[in-house]
């Protein structure tokens, strides 16, 4: 069973979070991995439609459906392993994928789904108690900022989950640094 905190739930039975709103320390430009990855991806970067969906029952499954498939799905092995290089930004290959891949893949089924790319951007993050680095698929929807991370199941609140975010995509192609507290 999940030990972490759900989001609090609305009159109409449906979670509800907060957007993320965290302290901007500056805007720029992409990761250079992930730059790299847009230079041969081009669609999966076009950050294009809505930039926030309406949340209902059939969004929030199909957030955790596509979230916990991938889960499954993907096996977790790092860059170094799998290619040699220290931080590759790419789809999954042969089942295989770490985070960051993962974010992507999720972020690529969903707009197959019919989902605008827009809603689903990727953050970076450090692990608040293990110190590790973590990239994560963020959902925003008109009942919040919602997560698709390979490190827990289902949908939860951005501000549920252990993380201190760094980094933030935005549709119009820069990521928004954040001051962290």
């Known amino acids: ?5 759900q989001a609090a739930v609305s009159a109409e039975g449906l979670p509800s979070c907060a957007p993320m709103e965290l302290p901007v320390a500056a805007v720029g430009a992409a990761p250079e991995q992930y ?5 041969n991806e081009t ?3 076009d950050l294009t439609g809505a930039e926030v969906l309406d949340w209902t029952e059939a969004l929030q499954d199909t957030l955790v459906r596509i979230n916990d498939a991938v889960n499954r ?4 092995v790092s860059d170094w392993e799998r290619t040699g290089l220290m931080d590759s930004w790419e789809f999954p290959f042969a089942c295989q994928g770490d985070c960051e891949d993962i974010a992507l893949e999720k972020r690529r089924r969903l707009v197959g789904e ?8 990727i953050a970076t993050a450090v692990h608040e108690t293990q110190l590790f680095p973590h990239a994560i698929l963020l959902a925003e929807t008109t009942r919040g900022t919602f997560v698709l991370d390979d490190l827990s199941v289902g949908a939860p609140c951005w501000d549920a989950l252990p993380y201190l975010y760094t980094r933030r ?3 119009d192609g820069l990521w928004t640094r954040f001051r962290l507290q």
């Open 169 to 171: 995509e935005r549709p």
């Open 43 to 45: 669609d999966a970067c």
């Open 1 to 5: 069973a999940c030990s972490l905190p």
């Open 35 to 39: 730059r790299r990855f847009c230079a």
């Open 73 to 76: 799905e993907i096996d977790k």
């Open 114 to 121: 019919g989902l605008p790319r827009a809603a689903f951007t």
